[in-house]
């Protein structure tokens, strides 16, 4: 008896740590996104124009720096940041400057963003500036696009081939 | 930290009471929880090999192979594949547990913390080979995980342009990806087991099986797990869209909602404080350690016996330095040593047979010497009364008995180990006692490893110090418990103390002045 009551407290316990591992290997269900939801994710990795331009370095500077150092110029490795706005239907949603990357601020500016918005008809528009005026914009796109719940929008900045790109 | 430790430390203790009676000691999942951790890596190891064959790396051929297995072959690689699952799961699970009990239990500091903190990159590992490994399938769970995990690995100033815009688009995806995600996969269990030795590298004598018995229950259980509930995909991962629901595994991607609710920068700061924190717990506060054991090389004859039974190898032998005609001396690491005194058990000079001068042994505790132990024996029973009179020698982690006093004495060593065999000879020959009862920690689950096993194997004559052949076993027992089990001991007293009255008082054998230098060694008597 005391054996029976043995094996069925390790057929009882067997039975709980087996339900405990294989329920919640894949249970309770988790809700990432909303399901009357769809995602504009914008990127890119553009680098902004430099800060200034070339300058040739005189006779006597070029002294003073090591003969395999000896550049005739001295260009600024500095980039401008790169400006972007997202408009949705009208009204803007993102606007930020991105600052260039990298320790001398000379490499990409990076980007990497979603933005969810009701599924449906949407207008975008975006813009950006990579350039070291103060206002307006290099480069523009805005596109309409009926988005269905859960779909994707991803818009992509892409300078080789000629600016903004819309993939649905 | 004690007041976190207690409730742990509680809940441990009736569970392992529970699982004595159903399971009995030597099965006890839970004193087995890291031997149960191995079991399942290899398990996971086993079908990881045989899914692998099946497994084809692309975008669309790693789901369609691992639908193929579910599916066409479902019998046995996709039983692998649930077995690959649930064992990886039950890995985090014992993980878990085993942290949580060497916690209760205070095992994590001092000495410990080699062993406690080496045990965090294992936690990383871990994480990193079951994360990997849903990838792999390429469902919409893989989409989730590969685009939340690149967005989070983002957040670090490491890459220089955003890993996430890879999961954008199909075409921003090609098969190298997968051949790098499946070396990754593969590589990091294999650090994981080297990380694992380093683990077990200040523990001597590292049980990494668990019992045949307990063995064969888990890997039915897994079987039938496998079978009843296998392992099934989502739908084919789709970059066009976001997924919205996942059948998530909490276990190994429990953390992945708090990325929806912050920000990567606070999920990694959060994580790194809780890795941080579980790291440096043994220093918070930092144990107060006992003296360490201390070699006395008078009456060490350099045996062996303390380096053999010592359970974390904080004893080793080193050429002789005092001129002795013996090869070698023992030699105590200080940074090794967690006083529990088994050494001074398993020393041939543990006697206290001694009738002039102090005792002396060759190896001994400086806070609770063997002289400390000789004299707390005596007064322990000079307080005991009447017939059938019972002196408990118990350790300090083992269960209490609820009675004392009248015909039972308890004396208190750091674990049972210490004790040398002759002080049960000396307590019943010089008639301190009708009987002796040995109490420690349940079988398997010594609070300093070997202590129960080493003193059954001594009273049975398995090992050295061996009891003497003349100690009238039956007024010898053994009774190994956990800590919540204090009525039973008190119980398993009382029918010891019934049994005595009937043998009668243990007749006084004070031994003769030519006996005093009697050394408990490998005795040839019978």
Known sequence: ?168 | MTWLQRPVRAAFDIAELGLDRVFSQHWNPLHHLGALGFFMYWIVAASGIYLYIFFDTGITAAYSSVEYMTNDQWYLAGVMRSLHRYASDAMVLFMVIHMAREFGLDRYRGVRWFTWSTGVPIIVLLFVCGITGYWLVWDQLAQFVAVRSTEWLDWLPIFGTPTAANFLTPESLDDRFFSLMIFIHIAAPLILLLILWIHLQRVSRPQINPPRGLAVGMFAMMLALSLVMPATSHAPADLSTVVSVVRLDWYYLGLYPLMDYWSAGTVWAALTVVLLTVMFLPWMPPMRRAATARVYLDHCNGCVRCVDDCPFGAVSMVPRTDGAKFAEEALVDPDLCVSCGICVGACPSSTPFRRRGEIVTGIDLPDFSLADLRAATEAAAEALDGEGRVLVFGCAHGPRPSKKGGTTAFVTLPCIGMLPPSFIDYTLSRGLADGVMLSGCAEDACYHRFGAEWTDARVDRQRDPQLRRRVPRERVRRHWAGRAEGKALSAEIERFADGLRQLGPAASDPLPPSSERILETVESDG
Not at chain 1, 25 to 41: G, S
Not at chain 1, 64 to 85: G, H, L, Q, S, T
Request: aromatic letters at 12%; glycine letters at 10%; proline letters at 5%.
């Open chain 1, 1 to 168: 008896m005391a054996n029976l009551l043995k094996w069925t407290g390790q057929a009882v316990f067997y039975a709980v740590l087996a339900a405990v591992i294989g329920y919640f290997a894949a249970a309770p269900a988790y809700r990432h996104f909303a399901a009357d939801q769809a995602l504009i994710k914008m990127t890119f990795t553009h680098g902004g124009e430099y800060k200034g331009g070339c300058r040739r370095r005189t006779a006597k500077e070029l002294q003073e720096i090591a003969p395999n150092m000896r550049k005739d110029f001295d260009c600024p490795r500095d980039r401008v940041p790169v400006v972007v706005e997202l408009d949705v239907d009208g009204a803007t949603v993102y606007r930020a400057s991105h600052d260039p990357s990298g320790l001398h601020g000379d490499g990409p500016a990076n980007m990497y963003q979603g933005f969810p918005v009701p599924a449906g008809e949407h207008t975008v528009a975006v813009r950006l500036r990579d350039t070291a005026r103060d206002s307006g914009f290099d480069y523009t796109r805005e596109g309409r696009f009926t988005l269905a719940p859960g779909q994707l929008l991803v818009v992509q900045f892409r300078a080789e081939a000629g600016g903004f790109i819309f993939r649905e």
